[in-house]
């Protein structure tokens, strides 16, 4: 059974730093892209960033563009997301999916809040 | 604004059926498939809907889904008060090369 796991979100201030895990398992993890995506409080979805399998190739939504960074840690089945100069709207829960080309994501982890104030 | 337009809510009552829509263009809906995703309250959203009309393993057969053109769209049969949700529309965006979500619907079973 796949099974996604979210770390490392917490309270942080404006233009501080945080890096987001997610531990993976049930699944060849090198095999599959992994994605954040994530939900606003009152809003909807918006993908943030998705990594393939082999970490090579890297894709950004142009709000996050220069300030967070998607890494994977194949060795470790462990995904990453580092969030710096962050902003009152990147308040948001952010999941971890499996998945990538086509917007399709299959398996989706229970998610972990990260919250911009000061 | 969302790239995918969704109506902000619908609602029906139980065993009716509901359609939801999802509205894109030429680089998003129009040339990629569709994906539906369904978020329970508290809970982590679930794909319910890919390639357009392909339920998952798991998904019961009150769901489909279907596409023409730069529109897509989600039916709901036999409407339980369980199905009530958010569902969001999801595709890849050729000129964003990023994927794209709608804005979400918030289904209510009266």
């Known amino acids: 059974e796949v099974h996604l796991l979210e770390s490392g979100g917490g309270l942080v201030q404006p233009g501080g730093s945080l890096r987001l895990s997610c531990a993976a398992s049930?699944?060849?993890?090198?095999?599959?892209?992994m994605t954040w995506v994530r939900r606003a409080p009152g809003k909807g979805l918006e993908w943030v960033s998705s990594?393939?399998?082999?970490?090579?190739?890297?894709y950004y939504a142009d709000s996050v563009k220069g300030r967070f960074t998607i890494s994977r840690d194949n060795s470790k089945n462990t995904l990453y997301l580092q969030l710096n100069s962050l902003r009152g709207d990147d308040t948001a829960v952010y999941y971890c999916?499996?998945?990538?080309?086509?917007?399709?994501?299959?398996?989706w982890g229970q998610g972990t809040l990260v919250t911009v104030s000061s | 604004q969302s790239v995918l337009t969704q109506p902000p809510s619908a609602s029906a009552a139980p065993g009716q059926r509901v359609t939801i829509s999802c509205s894109g263009s030429?680089?998003?809906?129009?040339?990629?498939?569709v994906n539906w995703y369904q978020q329970l309250p508290g809970a982590a959203p679930k794909l319910l809907i890919y390639?357009?009309?392909q339920r998952p393993s798991g998904v019961p057969d009150r769901f489909s889904g279907s596409k023409s053109g730069t529109s897509a769209s989600l039916a709901i049969s036999g409407l339980r008060s369980e199905d009530e949700a958010d569902y969001y529309c999801?595709?890849?965006?050729?000129?964003?090369?990023?994927?794209?979500f709608g804005g979400g619907t918030k289904l209510t079973v009266l």
């Open positions: 049930g699944f060849t993890f090198n095999n599959y892209a």
């Open positions: 999916a499996r998945g990538f080309p086509l917007a399709h994501f299959d398996n």
């Open positions: 390639t357009n009309s």
């Open positions: 999801a595709a890849w965006d050729d000129s964003l090369n990023g994927a794209v």
């Open positions: 030429s680089s998003n809906v129009g040339s990629n498939t």
């Open positions: 990594v393939l399998g082999s970490a090579l190739n890297t």
